[in-house]
């Protein structure tokens, strides 16, 4: 059995790619295998003819089994845009079906745990008719949120959780990572959503001046990971 979970966030820029290296490493540092797996991105640069994305290229580093590029990110598309309306420009149509042979090549690479990371927020559109939360409904995989600490941060989280539960998902747990140095009243926001998610809180990241020198995993615990889902 492979543990696969997805990332998502309250918004784009919020930390998911930090939150997911950080995942990952707390894996490795238990002796087990991980992969990272960036289904869809846009923002890429071409790489030795190939386009590649800078977080996908952190992820594939951050995974201890060695497989290509495309494994770990299957839709590239040059533009900083919406993946859809990149992806339209391209003259492709993001398929579900991709996306799914993606995740299976990965697990059947050995892999023992794998963090997907979405793009954007939960609601992200892929094509003219689906979400990229579709295809987490599809797989049925158990999400883990990150919460960008920063005004607003409450009703985006609450919203956000609303969805994953109106679509039938679990919440394995959440991460609030502080984006604004200088947010009001932040301890008490970290307690009001505290109170009001009932999945496990797996770490709270502190303000890093946007260029962590240190590992983040040190701010994580997973155990409650290792324990509902191994």
Excluded at 77 to 101: R, W
Excluded at 188 to 213: C, F, H, M, Y
Aim: hydrophobic share 45%; glycine share 8%; with cysteine.
């Amino acid at each position: 059995m492979v543990n696969t979970f997805f990332v998502t966030g309250t918004d784009t820029d919020v930390g998911k790619t930090l939150v997911t290296e950080a995942l990952m490493q707390a894996v490795r540092d238990s002796g087990l295998d991980v992969a990272g797996y960036k289904p869809v991105a846009s923002g890429c640069e071409l790489i030795n003819g190939q386009l590649k994305n800078k977080d996908a290229l952190m992820l594939q580093e951050a995974s201890s089994i060695d497989v290509l590029y495309p494994e770990h990110n299957p839709y590239a598309f040059a533009p900083a845009i919406a993946p859809h309306i990149a992806a339209a420009q391209a003259g492709v149509t993001i398929n579900l079906d991709k996306l799914s042979a993606g995740l299976a090549t990965l697990k059947a690479n050995q892999a023992e745990w794998i963090f997907v990371e979405g793009a954007g927020g939960w609601r992200l559109p892929i094509n003219e008719q689906e979400y990229l939360s579709d295809w987490v409904k599809k797989e049925q995989l158990p999400v883990i949120l990150v919460v960008g600490g920063r005004l607003g941060c409450i009703n985006h989280a609450l919203l956000t959780l609303e969805a994953i539960e109106r679509d039938g998902l679990t919440l394995a747990g959440w991460v609030i990572n502080q984006v604004s140095p200088n947010m009001s009243h932040y301890p008490e926001n970290v307690d009001t959503l505290k109170q009001r998610i009932s999945a496990p809180l797996l770490g709270e990241i502190p303000w890093l001046e946007g260029k962590p020198t240190e590992s983040v995993d040190q701010y994580l615990n997973i155990d409650v990971l290792f324990n509902d889902y191994s």
